[in-house]
Structure formats: C-alpha cells, structure tokens
C-alpha cells in the first residue's frame, strides 16, 4: 500500500497492530476521524493515554480497577471466601452481569499457553496459593474456558492447592438454556448426562 | 456493559464510535493495549492527534497530502489535462497500484447521497467545474462507484460541464478478468456485451 501522505501511513500503521485490524480497515478508520471533528480524534487518544497511564490493578483480586481495591473486594456484603477464577474483567463483566454470583474474583490476567510464550509465572497464580494457604478461602470455582489452555491453566492451580482443605470445583458444563439438542457437540452433551442435577434443584433455579 | 473502571470504560466508548467497532470489539482492543508496553499507546495517540492536526489537502486535487500540492499535481511528467474524478483516496491508491493512469486526479471527498445528508455543496464538485471552464482539461474520466449515489454524483457533474467542450468518460462496467461468465449478474453481463471492444484492442492491452 503507498500512501499520499506520511501522516496517514504512520497512522494507519499503528491503528493496524492492534488485533484484528488490516490495512485497508485501518485506512478506512483514518479517514473517518479526517471526516469527524478533530475533537473526536483529541478525546479518542486522550482517552487511550489516560487508560494506559492511570490504570491500576486491584491488590487483592487483581482486576482492572480506578482504586488500590476493586469495588467487588471492597465490598463487604460479598462472601470473601467464595472465589471464582477467571482469566479477564471480560469474565468479570459477563458473570457479574448474570446476578447470580454473590463472591469475589481471582482475575489470572491469561491462560498458560506455551504457543503464545505464557507460562504460570506471567500469570497472577501464586498470588492465589497464598491466598488459599493463609486459610481465608473456603471454596475456588475454576471459570476459565473450556479449551486446552484452560484446562492446563485449572490443572496448574489445582496441583498447587489440592492439599488444602478447601472445596475446588468448575462451572457447570452442558447445553446452553435454549439450545437444541440435536445440535450440541457430543462432549457436551456427554458431559451434561455425566453431570446431571436433580430436577426439584433445576425447578428451583428458574 | 458495566466496567469496573471509568477509564476504561472512557476508553471503549471512544473506540466503540468508530464504524464497524462495537463496545465488545472495543474492550478487546483495549485489553490488548493494557497487555503491550506504554510507548504503544502513545505512538498510537500520537499518530492520530499528528494525523489530524497536520493533514493537508492538495489545494489543486483535494487529494490528501503532506504538502499544499499533492506529489501527483506536482509531476511534470503526467497529464495535467487528463483528470480522473474519485470519490476518495482509496481510489486514488487502487487506481495508481495498476499503473495504467498517467493523468491526475480529482478528490471529490464523497458522493452525493441525501440519506447520508451529502449534498453537492459539500463535495469538491464546484472547482472541477472552474477547472474545466478555464479550459485546462480536455478529457475528464468518471470513475465513481457504480451505485445509486455514484450514478447520481456523475450526471450532476456532467449536467455542470455539458456545454464546455472536453472528452467526457466513464471507467468500463464488464466481467472482471478471471471470473466466469455464469456467475456475473445481469446488468454487469448485458452491459460487457453492449459496449464490446475489437478484439485486437483486447489483444495489445494484455
């Protein structure tokens, strides 16, 4: 791509080593904010800097937080020996969203992957350990993502922590509240035979 | 969407009012920044802000540029009399990557399309016409996208320049080399047909 003008390849250069975004959708997002006001351009990488810059990480759970402690830790109607692992604050986001969840979070901040060079050490895990080990956890639920990584990531904690008298246990797996069965993968349909619940319990979840 | 920090919810609002950039996109990117270095961020923030602040536009095409004149008005070597009207800078890229043009360009900076409230008094439409009228042009090459708006953008101009006396044309409309005939639609095929080439000319522009 050769471009009229070096401020714009410079941009688009940029903008397209962020994830998911080429050349031309790049180009196409610099023209854009040409057409916008220079305020929109101006609020957009203040924005950006801001977040950067200003960033903290909760001390406790490690989640993106404008405080020392999030608000979920700084809470104290929430169960504190309740806590569920996950990988982000987008898993953060999505289970707080459901209301269901009344515990804290351990936010990993990644999976182990050593396609991608993550190992245990790149990731908030011994911080968990000491948490289990200093006895103020009752229960860990793993919520990270059923897949390879996932999987590896569970297993790395657990070996860590399974001489602790603590109850360890994984969200449910199984169909989707909706879904047809005939369309489900086997392994999860297998696993929701394997692991079914009492009915009187399922009544009383709706 | 709830976030747990205001920047970044900040953030993801900003990102999210670009096209084609949902909150859910938004948040990913900025997870993605949050994980590289700073100096990303503020390469990227400052590339936009230099982009905005400093873009030119040639005063002769209306092309985007880092100079008052573009470096294609500024050739000797090309036609000056030859003028290709486009919508945008990206068709001034597609069309100089084929290497077939010798002529210069002009940027209208969009089509004329009322549901997108553009009128003809927002596009460069008014000095194409002073260009033409002072008779500096003899031929101008149509070269909008084949659509609604574009059709409408063409006959507009040539309605303005009917009486003065240049060449006017339009791009070719036809199968694209390498596709098969059965799958082209209709009008593209019909018009392939009516406005045929003599073989011979076919031959020497391979």
Excluded: W
């Excluded at 950067?52 to 104290?76: F, G, L, Q």
């Excluded at 604050?89 to 351990?106: K, L, S």
């Excluded at 009752?138 to 860590?160: C, H, P, R």
């Amino acid at each position: 791509m050769e471009f009229s003008s070096k401020l714009i390849e410079k941009a688009v250069n940029e903008i397209s080593q962020l994830p998911g975004i080429g050349k031309r959708s790049a180009l196409r997002l610099v023209l854009h904010l040409l057409k916008q006001p220079k305020e929109q351009t101006d609020f957009l990488s203040q924005a950006l800097v801001a977040m950067r810059t200003d960033i903290k990480y909760c001390k406790n759970c490690h989640n993106i937080s404008d405080h020392d402690v999030c608000e979920i830790c700084a809470n104290p109607k929430r169960n504190h020996e309740l806590v569920c692992v996950v990988e982000d604050i987008r898993d953060v986001m999505a289970i707080e969203g459901t209301g269901q969840f009344r515990g804290v979070y351990h936010v990993l901040g990644g999976k182990i992957s050593p396609i991608e060079g993550v190992g245990p050490s790149q990731l908030k895990i011994s911080s968990l350990v000491e948490k289990v080990k200093s006895g103020l956890v009752a229960e860990v639920i793993f919520a990270l993502s059923s897949t390879m990584e996932g999987d590896t990531t569970n297993f790395y904690i657990y070996k860590q922590i399974a001489d602790s008298n603590i109850i360890m246990s994984t969200i449910a797996r199984g169909i989707a509240v909706g879904d047809e069965l005939e369309y489900a993968d086997e392994v999860t349909l297998g696993r929701s035979i394997l692991h079914r619940i009492p009915f009187e319990k399922s009544i009383k979840s709706n």
